[in-house]
Nanobody
């Protein structure tokens, strides 16, 4: 049984820092894409960042330069470091994996496993 479990969400002030973790079980994510998505109270789910099976990373424009995605294969974990947080970053953050290959699909519907989400709240 494949599970992704996110953690690290919290309430912080503008400019703060958080580190989110996505721990996978039931699947070896060493050569798999892991993506982070977020969904705020008034927005659709949006892609934040992803790291493919060969560790190439890509970031959405609103977070580029502030967020960093990284992988720890020994722990089967992908982390997302959130620097210089803004109120606009307030959302539930989800990790997802595409189990069929190393690349990250363009269509969010192709991700076949999702975590339950972790809440990030940034106050001004």
């Amino acid at each position: 049984q494949v599970q992704l479990v996110e953690s690290g969400g919290d309430s912080v002030q503008t400019g703060g820092f958080l580190r989110l973790s996505c721990v996978a079980s039931g699947i070896d994510i060493t050569r798999r894409c892991i993506a982070w998505y977020r969904q705020g109270p008034t927005h659709e789910r949006e892609e934040v960042a992803f790291i493919n099976g060969y560790d190439a990373a890509k970031y959405a424009d609103p977070v580029s330069g502030r967020f960093t995605i990284s992988r720890d294969n020994a722990k089967n974990t992908v982390s997302l470091s959130l620097f210089s947080l803004k109120p606009a970053d307030t959302a539930t953050y989800y990790c997802a994996t595409y189990s069929k290959s190393w690349y990250c699909p363009a269509d969010v519907k192709e991700y076949d496993y999702w975590g339950q989400g972790t809440q990030v709240t940034v106050s001004s």
